[in-house]
């Protein structure tokens, strides 16, 4: 048996969750209704990859019939591609996120 090496690892993605509150409701991508978000979650490289432009987001909450009948049943959907075209607020969010990340780089 050989003896161990030393593992390297770098993280090359940084994730940040951010809760919402007063965000407008969004179409239910996957099905009939809307999602009253409650939380957004922003994922995007850190490293010096040729995709370092990757963002994705990902915004839960709950799942509404119609504009009169909450639930409380949990729902989420994802962003993923061009920022401008998501959600106007899901996208200041992401910018907001990737603001933060390059102040600390």
């Given amino acids: 048996m050989t003896a161990p090496t030393a593992v390297a690892a770098t993280a090359i993605v940084r994730t940040t969750i951010f809760v919402v509150a007063g965000a407008p409701d969004l179409p239910n991508q996957y099905g009939p209704g ?50 401008d075209t998501w959600p106007d607020w899901v996208a200041d969010i992401a910018q907001q996120a990737l603001a933060t990340e390059e102040t600390t780089r």
């Fill in 34 to 83: 809307f999602i009253t978000p409650a939380r957004v979650e922003i994922k995007w490289r850190t490293d010096d990859h040729p995709r370092r432009a990757a963002v994705a987001a990902y915004v839960d909450g709950h799942w509404r019939k119609d504009a009169d009948t909450p639930t409380d049943h949990p729902l989420g959907q994802h962003y993923q591609g061009p920022v």
